[in-house]
């Protein structure tokens, strides 16, 4: 027999998984979306890059901010492939969400290398300046 707070906690239950669900396809709906395939000069303070049609193989992006900041950086949607960033010193590996400071006027590449084979979603990699002091902030990439 189903009581009043049974059907209750099941309710606010469902409710709270559909507004998870609906948070995240507001946030990459309203934000700048730049293709991974054209160079990224100078991005606002809230974008993404799309890595679309993954397939088994790397894709590349090339990145270049006007100023040195701290960034939040996450992986949006199907997050199965490896996210590398590149610079002349180096590598670095993303997890699922990082913070990370990155230097103005130098160039980054974002590699994208995808081993899954058969049905695979489009990637973004989300970027938003935090309010972090360069200078202090570490890792530095």
Request: hydrophobic fraction near 40%.
């Amino acid at each position: 027999m189903i009581t009043k707070n049974t059907f209750f906690s099941a309710a606010m239950l469902l409710v709270l998984l559909l507004y998870s669900c609906r948070r995240d396809e507001i946030e990459v709906v309203n934000r700048p979306t730049f293709v991974y395939n054209q160079a990224i000069v100078n991005p606002p303070d809230d974008f993404m890059i799309l890595f679309n049609n993954l397939s088994v193989g790397q894709k590349f992006a090339s990145l270049t901010f006007a100023d040195s900041a701290v960034w939040k950086i996450d992986r949006i949607g199907d997050t199965r492939q490896t996210v590398t960033f590149k610079n002349d010193t180096g590598l670095y590996y993303v997890n699922l969400a990082d913070s990370l400071a990155m230097a103005g006027k130098y160039r980054y590449e974002v590699i994208v290398t995808s081993s899954q084979y058969g049905e695979t979603s489009n990637l973004f990699i989300g970027f938003k300046k935090i309010d972090r002091d360069y200078d202090t902030f570490e890792p530095k990439f």
